[in-house]
């Protein structure tokens, strides 16, 4: 009961409160294609998405993320996307065209132009494939040395949904010994499926010359930065975007930490990135960015693949959280 009226109290209070200042909901999405697997639910269709750029359209101003938001005078959206998939050139460029939406992109430059996939997509490539496993995975490793039990699909899921939190807070070299050993452990190698391939050169060149669009840095390997020492989260930084900005030609002034919870990035991270020139920096947590808001710690709200109706609810819900 008390918990229910809690929650009625701030919804009314936000809502008074975005009478009186404005809001800005900032929108995260990674992928827009379709896929048979998507165990961290990435990905929304393209007819989806379509609709949802429609109505963001018809029912807001729809800001570039970039842009200077101090005159906001109404509730507005801002949309981003975080990594650099394919599918963000070949399938999310055309919609944000045909509907008139300004979107920003920040990219891991690290795999672009290559045949690998990300560490979470290989992860699952391997062991939620449809490979001959044997009975057991071991890790060897020195502080999580472990053996998993992998004759059957229930098995493998756990060994998945254990190793993936793991690997995420990993240094980019251990976690590509990690990912050597499963492979060697099924008899594969690092080429990825074209469904999750990263964008080429030319793609994101082509992405970067629409007029819809802006390009941000997401880091160089996709590292939590959290527990990373300062001079690794400089290097993650400073080389995403030099990498970036090579290929583009343009200059790269925004960054979105990668994974972007509230444990993937410190008070220094954002001081860094202030420091290295960065006007804005996205983080990944629910929030409305609002005038006091801190430019290097910007909410965002996550979108799934919802139809319509249910995309039209959770922007209502999104406003008062």
């Known amino acids: 009961m008390l918990r229910s009226t809690y929650r009625h109290l701030r919804i009314i209070s936000r809502k008074i409160l975005n009478r009186y200042d404005p809001p800005i909901l900032v929108l995260l999405y990674h992928r827009?294609?379709?896929?048979?697997?998507?165990?961290?639910?990435?990905?929304?269709?393209p007819e989806h998405f379509l609709d949802q750029m429609k109505f963001l359209k018809e029912h807001f101003p729809v800001l570039k993320y970039d842009a200077d938001w101090s005159g906001v005078r109404e509730p507005s959206v801002v949309v981003t996307f975080d990594d650099g998939y394919a599918d963000?050139?070949?399938?999310?460029?055309?919609?944000?065209?045909?509907?008139?939406?300004?979107?920003?992109?920040?990219?891991?430059?690290?795999?672009?132009?290559?045949?690998?996939?990300?560490?979470?997509?290989?992860?699952?490539?391997?062991?939620?494939?449809?490979w001959s496993y044997p009975d057991h995975f071991e890790l060897k490793d020195k502080i999580y040395h472990r053996i998993w039990l992998t004759a059957t699909e229930s098995e493998r899921k756990t060994l998945y949904n254990e190793l993936h939190p793991l690997m995420r807070s990993l240094a980019p070299e251990r976690r590509k010994v990690w990912l050597k050993q499963l492979r060697q452990w099924v008899k594969t190698d690092e080429a990825g499926r074209a469904s999750h391939r990263l964008l080429k050169n030319q793609e994101l060149?082509?992405?970067?010359?629409?007029?819809?669009?802006?390009?941000?840095?997401?880091?160089?390997?996709?590292?939590?930065?959290?527990g990373q020492p300062m001079d690794s989260q400089e290097n993650e930084m400073k080389e995403s975007r030099e990498q970036l900005e090579a290929i583009i030609n343009r200059p790269v002034i925004s960054f979105s930490y990668p994974f972007g919870t509230k444990s993937d990035y410190t008070t220094d991270t954002m001081n860094l990135c202030k420091r290295l020139g960065f006007t804005k920096a996205a983080a990944n947590y629910p929030g409305q960015a609002r005038r006091w808001t801190n430019r290097f710690e910007i909410p965002r709200q996550i979108v799934r693949d919802w139809p319509i109706d249910i995309f039209e609810k959770k922007i209502s819900e999104f406003w008062t959280r």
């Open 32 to 45: 827009v294609t379709f896929l048979e697997s998507d165990p961290q639910m990435l990905a929304v269709k």
């Open 88 to 130: 963000n050139y070949l399938e999310a460029l055309p919609i944000l065209q045909e509907t008139g939406v300004a979107a920003t992109f920040f990219i891991t430059p690290e795999l672009i132009d290559s045949n690998q996939e990300f560490w979470w997509d290989e992860l699952e490539r391997v062991i939620l494939g449809k």
């Open 205 to 226: 060149q082509a992405l970067a010359k629409s007029s819809f669009v802006t390009i941000g840095a997401h880091g160089m390997t996709h590292t939590s930065l959290g």
